[in-house]
């Protein structure tokens, strides 16, 4: 049973240029979340989608930042007109039901994808 | 929104002794979890504690919950040197959104 896959695991962009970064959650799992860490700091909540809804953006910047998790395929983060400061290490997490809900409550968590802005 | 807060910021052990970190919170949760972050790695769950209990054993892993206090620690007994890592607390609200700490470094020198 495959885990979380992120790709790419390392994407160099210079400013001004679409950044799109993938997440396929682990099987039977419709429930994912972005969160986004700079270096020695914690993670940061971005998005949390189930399929084709968007639950709760409010980590998202309002502006260039956009999140999908369509019917069939991948999530996909995308950040258009990348700068300097959206360089981070971006991960995915799925869980197969509501946190709050569900009997264990953990998320599985991706590899990651590095973003770097030149 | 809520978020824990995890001390120290950084550890250093040696090996064989046991590692002790906290984390503290404001609001109230309907659970608290663990995780572990390998340098350059995705998080990985170690442990969950609901609100209404007050202790967890998990391998050489020992929780406390407090909620009176709004606290937990993490305890690692007989901590070895494939333990260093980040570790963070993460907290799960009513609106099922999972959030976590700045983490703490925990380095353990063999």
């Known amino acids: 049973n495959a885990g979380v896959m992120q790709n790419p695991r390392h994407l160099v962009r210079r400013r001004g240029q679409e950044a799109r970064l993938r997440c396929s959650p682990m099987k039977g799992h419709s429930h994912v979340y972005w969160y986004r860490q700079l270096p020695e700091e914690g993670l940061k909540f971005m998005v949390y989608?189930?399929?084709?809804?968007?639950?709760?953006e409010s980590g998202m910047p309002k502006e260039r930042f956009s999140a999908e998790f369509p019917k069939e395929g991948p999530s996909i983060l995308r950040i258009q007109q990348v700068v300097r400061g959206d360089s981070a290490a971006y991960f995915c997490a799925s869980s197969p039901q509501i946190l709050a809900e569900f009997n264990t409550g953990e998320l599985f968590f991706g590899e990651g994808s590095r973003l770097t802005v030149l | 929104s809520q978020q824990g807060e995890e001390d120290p910021q950084a550890l250093s052990i040696q090996e064989g002794e046991n590692a002790t970190m906290n984390c503290s919170y404001k609001t109230s949760i309907n659970n608290l979890q663990w995780y572990r972050q390998n340098s350059g790695r995705g998080l990985v769950h170690l442990i969950l504690i609901r609100s209404n209990e007050r202790e967890k054993h998990s391998g050489r892993l020992r929780v406390t919950l407090d909620t009176s206090k709004k606290s937990s620690s993490l305890l690692i007994t007989a901590s070895r040197a494939a333990d260093t890592a980040s570790y963070f607390c993460?907290?799960?609200?009513?609106?099922?959104?999972?959030?976590f700490g700045k983490g703490i470094t925990l380095s353990v020198r063999p």
């Open positions: 993460a907290l799960t609200g009513a609106n099922s959104k999972l959030t």
């Open positions: 989608l189930q399929k084709e809804n968007i639950i709760d």
